[in-house]
């Protein structure tokens, strides 16, 4: 959730360009984890000859911050980090917000997660004659290492030291008037990335934090303790042991992360969503034309041998898995469950050696998907992960990795992830369908050529899109919006669904069309806005004309009905209000089109009633605690 940045450069900032000097990189490093959600901001600066450590901090936006900034212009720096907060403990105030200062103000510290022992080791601390300022939990952490500091004599053995004694998730930044060129952190449960440059490094809880800069980054395992000094980088472990990073190369620039000329970055990665896709299916095959996918540290023998998959995933992510399912089962003939990871552990899962997990994650650092991914392991089950983010948490603990290559995505709300994991996810049960021989070559073969035709038919969509802005311009008024959906495209209306609830803050619910007399035809009263998506009428699945009688049963009932169907399925327009047309697809394949026309209306609903799109309120990004 919140965003950290961490930077120190050789040269004195006074000698270096403005757009080195460590002030700017954080600021810059923050501007772009704001994606991420937060509540307030600040920064903290060191140098030497500080008796004190320069700092700012303001609730709100970071242009807040920029302001104060502004208004009291802070001192040249040689090493500085910067922290925008999501409030857990204490709200989101000026005195709550990060950096968190100690040791006489010449130690500065901030701190993404929770601290679950905070309040008895505040207690100790307060025995022991120490003032607290704020609310929060980190301070007692900034507290703990002016202590620890103060008899340890070095500020990463003092950190090593602090996490040790910390429970909970947390990622710890550290600078101190002692140590001018020198930033410490420490991870636990909560992610931190190195940037390597020449003459200066970098910390972020993404690499978006510093790829201004630099694309060499280095991975940075559970339990280590990294310190950063313009010409090195050091890792220990919480025991004291050296330790190893694994560098790699962000395989996309900082121009990705702009809006590139588009009104939103929601509405940028929209129209990213062809290139998405493809970048997921790029490279997929070898010279036999056999399927393969990232890193599977799995035994065939033992795929082979799976006789239950479990999908653990949250949010946009659990819809995608939950598309997945209809798919892997139809092909590989193997049950799929779909799970939300934050009750997966808590319900005794029947989980063993014969069953492959699937987590599915954007950022890689779900912690609820990340405590359920290690439930798995301990329990003896294969974890394959489906991830967005490279260096991530969730990858490294896992036994196989799938990339989706979808780019760095900033708005809150998900587009291009939801339809890059689909695709991933299919990969992967026609790599299991492959693999276990439940297809033929020229079957798979024919499903590949069906999937790579796909972002053609994306882009089609998208350019269709006016109408459907048009369409949610005149709903402004709207207070409750229903959608319906069949088979695979049941959790397309439920993301549907989730998309206007996050984005318009209306009442928003996806159901299976099927459950309409069980209940839910009760909420259709005359006017009510009802989505429904219509599978094609060449489905063997034999649906589309029971969905088209769904049609009618709220149309009847006074329902307003906006209908997403395939070109050429002149059937429901006697029975559409509206009518958001998607080119022919196969059954399985028809949620990546689907979807799209969900998306571009619940960002232009919230467009017109004036609400932020790329960060709704009460969202982050990334939740990285539980």
Not at 97 to 122: C, M, Q, S, T, Y
Not at 435 to 464: H, M, Y
């Amino acid at each position: 959730m919140c965003g950290i940045v961490g930077y120190t450069g050789r040269q004195a900032a006074a000698a270096v360009e403005p757009s080195t000097r460590p002030l700017e990189v954080v600021m810059e490093g923050l501007r772009r984890l704001e994606y991420r959600g937060y509540d307030s901001a600040g920064v903290a600066l060191v140098a030497p000859g500080f008796d004190q450590v320069a700092w700012a901090k303001k609730s709100g936006k970071l242009s807040n911050l920029a302001a104060v900034i502004d208004a009291s212009p802070l001192p040249d720096a040689t090493a500085a980090i910067g922290h925008t907060r999501w409030a857990t403990h204490g709200g989101p105030t000026d005195l709550n917000a990060h950096p968190h200062l100690a040791d006489d103000g010449r130690l500065a510290v901030i701190h993404n997660g929770i601290i679950e022992n905070f309040a008895e080791l505040k207690a100790e601390l307060l025995d022991q004659g120490v003032t607290f300022l704020s609310e929060t939990d980190t301070e007692v952490a900034a507290q703990l290492l002016a202590r620890n500091y103060r008899s340890a004599g070095n500020l990463t053995e003092a950190m090593r030291i602090t996490a040790t004694m910390l429970r909970g998730t947390f990622t710890l930044l550290a600078v101190h008037t002692d140590n001018p060129h020198t930033v410490v952190g420490a991870r636990h449960d909560s992610p931190l990335v190195v940037g390597i440059g020449e003459g200066e490094n970098f910390l972020g809880s993404d690499v978006a934090a510093f790829i201004a800069y630099t694309k060499e980054a280095m991975e940075l395992a559970q339990d280590q303790i990294v310190t950063i000094t313009p010409d090195s980088i050091d890792i220990i472990d919480f025991t004291g042991a050296r330790a190893e990073g694994k560098r790699y190369t962000v395989d996309w620039d900082a121009n990705a992360a702009e809006k590139g000329g588009f009104s939103s970055f929601m509405d940028k990665e929209i129209h990213d969503q062809p290139q998405a896709v493809a970048d997921t299916l790029r490279g997929r095959t070898d010279a036999s034309g056999h399927i393969q996918l990232d890193e599977i540290r799995i035994d065939e023998a033992l795929l082979r041998s799976v006789d239950k998959i479990i999908v653990i995933a949250c949010g946009t992510a659990a819809y995608a898995g939950q598309v997945a399912k209809y798919a892997i089962e139809h092909w590989c003939r193997i049950p799929v469950e779909v799970e939300l990871a934050h009750e997966f552990r808590y319900r005794d899962p029947i989980v063993d050696a014969q069953t492959l997990v699937v987590a599915i994650s954007q950022s890689g650092e779900t912690m609820d998907t990340l405590m359920a991914v290690r439930h798995a392991r301990e329990q003896g089950a294969k974890v394959l992960s489906i991830v967005n983010a490279h260096g991530s948490t969730i990858p490294r603990e896992s036994d196989a990795v799938l990339y989706t290559h979808a780019g760095p995505e900033i708005a809150v709300a998900s587009t291009k992830a939801f339809l890059a994991q689909i695709t991933a996810a299919y990969l992967l049960g026609m790599y299991l369908a492959q693999l276990r021989g439940n297809k033929f070559s020229d079957e798979i073969d024919a499903l590949l050529r069906e999937l790579r035709a796909i972002p053609e038919k994306v882009e089609t969509v998208i350019q269709r899109g006016e109408y459907v802005k048009a369409t949610a311009r005149s709903m402004k008024q709207a207070t409750s919006v229903l959608f319906l959906g069949r088979h695979v495209s049941y959790p397309v209306a439920m993301e549907g669904a989730l998309k206007l609830k996050e984005l318009a803050y209306i009442h928003a619910e996806g159901f299976a069309a099927g459950e309409l007399k069980h209940g839910p035809i009760a909420l259709i009263d005359e006017g009510q806005p009802v989505f429904v998506i219509v599978p094609s009428p060449r489905s063997r699945t034999g649906l589309h004309s029971k969905v088209v009688s769904n049609i009618q049963e709220v149309r009847a009932r006074g329902a307003k009905t906006f209908v997403i169907a395939e070109d050429g399925d002149d059937t429901v327009v006697p029975y559409a209000d509206e009518i958001f047309w998607i080119p022919q697809a196969p059954t399985l394949m028809q949620p990546l089109l689907a979807a799209i026309p969900l998306q571009i209306f619940a960002m232009e609903l919230a467009t017109v009633k004036g609400l932020d799109v790329d960060q709704p309120r009460n969202l982050a990004k990334s939740v990285t605690v539980e």
